[in-house]
């Protein structure tokens, strides 16, 4: 007697799509998501396809960052209706734990992810913290547009000197922009703050 | 026979006091924590390592506010501390934006200098572009070994707030005034004081003001709360000027001064801390402490505060990229110069201050190239300059009121004029003088000081209500009177409204014997201030003394009303209360006065005739 020896094999879709180079780039994640704060991977690109995605990117360690926490908070709760934030914590040292302290510090009802691979870092193409990635809304093959990436607005000069007041205001504007359907004069605009590089 | 008392009050411009703190935290050897080290043996010729060449640098200019309680956001004591945020290290000490510290380098040397030499910043620089080599473990010197808790020692006395005040999660920059009262039933001496302003990562700067008079509590809406405010000023009675500049910025460390320079404290003083905080992103609970340190030496030599200004010629307008402003004075006597405290707001730019000695040398005092309100710091020169009576002290300040100016608070660009507002301008330098060579027997040189810059104030602006009012109360503690009545005058016509001035001019028209005269003024300082005491007491001396003693009660008794326990108000009341014949009444006024002040003298005579009156002798 013969035996077939079939050794079913399973075969992971990852389901990805070629990353497109534009102008304005079409992001899609590829199977290397950030994780949730129970360890679960996440995507944070393919939630909420009617929404505008806002991508927060922030260190534990850096004033900058903390110091815009009321506001990313109140923005974000402001325009919740149409656009989802996500906290991105890329220090690998950031154990669940300590950010959900650090999210309870500051009075986030945000949800947080772990980026210690910097794999949505590097998609953003961010570079300090805080800065945002802002994308639109998803496209029928669950495609974004990334709008702005950079920093949330002017009130900081260097990282020990601060405006009185900002007198730019890029997150915002983006976020109205995606809203839109529109784009934005400056679809880059470094931050002010801790460098995302250092954490390598 | 009835005697009165009489009550003048003057005001001086506020000045605050500060503390020149001074430290080197020692560094004695610890055990050497042994870092992960990635290689052995000797180091490639031109590489730069952390252990050999990096850690050094941040033990000695960084750690000590880079380390927990302190006030940088994160610590810098060891490599991986170090490695975290080192592209960030390299650019902020490239700048210059770190180790904050804002003089130019100069002859006249400060103590206590941070500020990275040229070739250590450029040590970091490299170290960064090599990828950040960590080195050689054993040639990692040990951490210094910081001083916890007080770094002076445990105080003598221990002052805390009352009430924690909460810094809100966010908002522009916050002003809040802590009162403290020092429980010292005696006069006693200070060689040092430490403040802890309570977290240091929030509190940016703090100055302690001496209220000698406890008037800056009628600003707290009640007891312990503390109060709001950003220049803070203070009326005192009596010449007694600011000796020591109390301040505290991060890194400070206190200062001990040496036998002799002590700080006096009396009785009834309040220390009133005057923060500056920044918003951290979640609400902060800020409550300091201020630790005093006595000396059984009293003081016997007397620094003072002088303050050079000018205000009034701070106009900018909108757009003005390179507003100049300026002052000269020249010293009266012989000093030595001990510290500076160089002040502007926002639109601060390049501030210099200099000193011509009557030989024609020059020396810069200070130059600061980029201002920086968050940064403002007391420097002390590592030795104190001579400066010789006829020395000429200059400052020349610039203020940028330009859209391209990313301190400027107004978009776009508004007028500015001086002001105490933070939105308003200042132009100010204090000076720690010391007067020296000087014949005690000729007088207090610092009120030949205090004078001189009155008379200059007023000479520089003839407008200028505050140079007249100080200037007059200069002249009247010499008493000399009837100049002081002139310049009194002149401020009363600046500023008819003020209380202040107008109850000083009645009282010295009251002390020069011209009861009459005084009356109109000291009504219309309590017009202007219904509540003020001191004119309701100066306006009863007047009434009395033109026989009017209805009217003389009437002041009395809102006087005792304001403070009921006032010796003098009570005696007072009594005595124009037994010259209209009421003595049952009046007899309760001097018991009261004499039960307050056993010693009040007036009392005690009116009451011995009083009773010799009822008994018909």
């Known amino acids: ?200 | 026979m009835l005697h009165f008392g009489s009550r003048i009050s003057s005001r001086r411009r506020g000045q605050f006091a500060f503390v020149l703190t001074l430290a080197a935290s020692a560094i004695c050897g610890l055990h050497a924590k042994p870092a992960h080290s990635t290689r052995s043996g000797a180091t490639p010729a031109g590489q730069v390592t952390y252990n050999r060449d990096i850690a050094p640098i941040i033990y000695r200019s960084c750690s000590t506010c880079h380390r927990p309680g302190e006030a940088g956001p994160f610590s810098l004591l060891t490599y991986s501390d170090v490695k975290k945020h080192a592209r960030q290290i390299a650019e902020l000490t490239q700048s210059r934006a770190m180790p904050p510290w804002l003089p130019e380098p100069q002859s006249a040397k400060f103590a206590d200098e941070m500020r990275l030499p040229d070739a250590q910043i450029d040590l970091i620089q490299k170290w960064v572009e090599q990828g950040e080599v960590e080195g050689d473990a054993t040639e990692l010197l040990p951490a210094p070994k910081f001083v916890e808790g007080w770094q002076i020692g445990q105080p003598d006395m221990i002052l805390k707030a009352e009430k924690p005040f909460t810094l809100p999660a966010s908002g522009t920059d916050t002003y809040w005034n802590f009162i403290f009262r020092v429980p010292i039933t005696e006069t006693r001496w200070v060689k040092a004081v430490e403040i802890r302003p309570g977290d240091k990562r929030y509190v940016h700067h703090a100055n302690i003001l001496v209220d000698r008079g406890e008037v800056l509590r009628q600003r707290e809406a009640e007891p312990g709360a503390g109060f709001g405010g950003m220049e803070i000023r203070i009326e005192s009675q009596v010449f007694d000027p600011d000796s020591h500049l109390l301040f505290w910025k991060p890194g400070t460390v206190p200062y001990v001064e040496p036998d002799g320079m002590a700080l006096r404290l009396d009785k009834g003083t309040d220390l009133v801390l005057n923060t500056h905080m920044q918003s951290s992103g979640k609400p902060e609970m800020i409550q300091p402490t201020i630790g005093l340190y006595f000396t059984s030496q009293p003081a016997t030599k007397f620094p003072m505060l002088l303050q050079l200004e000018n205000d009034t010629k701070l106009d900018i307008p909108a757009g003005d990229r390179s507003f100049p402003v300026g002052d000269d004075f020249t010293l009266p006597v012989d000093v030595d110069l001990m510290a500076l405290y160089p002040h502007a707001h926002y639109l601060g730019k390049d501030m210099r201050a200099f000193a011509t000695l009557p030989n024609g040398t020059k020396e810069t005092l200070i130059h600061i190239p980029q201002w920086n309100l968050n940064w403002q710091a007391v420097y002390r020169y590592q030795k104190p300059l001579r400066l010789p009576k006829g020395t000429t002290v200059s400052l020349r300040y610039v203020y940028d009121n330009s859209a391209e100016n990313p301190m400027n608070p107004n978009h776009p660009p508004v007028r500015v004029k001086g002001g105490n507002r933070s939105t308003d301008e200042m132009c100010h330098l204090w000076l720690q003088v010391l007067p020296v060579n000087f014949d005690a027997k000729q007088g207090d040189p610092r009120m030949v000081l205090q004078e001189a810059l009155a008379r200059h104030n007023v000479e520089k602006n003839p407008a200028d209500f505050e140079a007249h009012y100080n200037l007059a109360a200069m002249l009247q503690a010499k008493d000399r009177l009837s100049e002081a009545i002139g310049e009194y005058t002149i401020a009363v016509r600046l500023r008819p409204d003020d209380a202040t001035a107008n109850n000083a001019l009645g009282a010295a028209l009251l002390a020069a014997g011209h009861p009459e005269q005084s009356a109109g003024y000291l009504q219309a300082a309590l017009k202007a201030r219904p509540d003020y005491f001191d004119a309701h007491y100066n306006l009863g001396f007047a009434l009395a003394g033109q026989n009017d003693f209805a009217g003389a009660a009437e002041q009395f008794r809102a006087a005792v009303e304001l403070q009921p326990n006032d010796a003098n108000a009570q005696a007072n009341l009594g005595a124009a209360l037994a010259q209209m014949g009421q003595f049952a009444e009046a007899k309760i006024h001097f018991e009261q006065a004499l039960k307050i002040d056993p010693n009040q003298a007036i009392a005690k005579e009116n009451l011995e005739a009083l009773e010799k009156e009822m008994s018909g002798h």
């Open chain 1, 1 to 200: 007697m013969r035996w077939n020896n079939l050794q079913p094999r399973l075969i992971v879709m990852a389901g990805v799509l070629a990353l497109l180079a534009f102008a304005s780039p079409r992001i899609a994640l590829s199977q290397k998501s950030a994780f949730d704060l129970d360890g679960r991977e996440v995507n944070p690109l393919s939630a909420d396809p009617g929404k505008v995605v806002v991508l927060v990117f922030v260190r534990r360690d850096c004033p900058v960052s903390a110091r815009y926490a009321p506001m990313i908070q109140q923005i974000a709760q402001e325009h919740s209706d149409r656009a989802k934030f996500w906290l991105v914590y890329p220090d690998k040292s950031d154990s669940p734990a300590a950010i959900r302290e650090h999210l309870a510090a500051y009075g986030y009802t945000l949800p947080a992810l772990r980026d210690p691979g910097h794999t949505l870092v590097k998609m953003a193409r961010v570079q300090i913290t805080p800065e945002v990635a802002v994308f639109d809304r998803a496209r029928r093959d669950h495609d974004r547009h990334l709008v702005y990436e950079g920093r949330i607005d002017d009130l900081y000069i260097s990282a020990s000197r601060t405006r009185p007041a900002a007198t730019t205001h890029e997150m915002e504007d983006a976020i109205v922009a995606a809203m839109a359907g529109k784009s934005v004069a400056r679809s880059e605009v470094r931050g002010v703050g801790c460098y995302i590089s250092d954490l390598e």
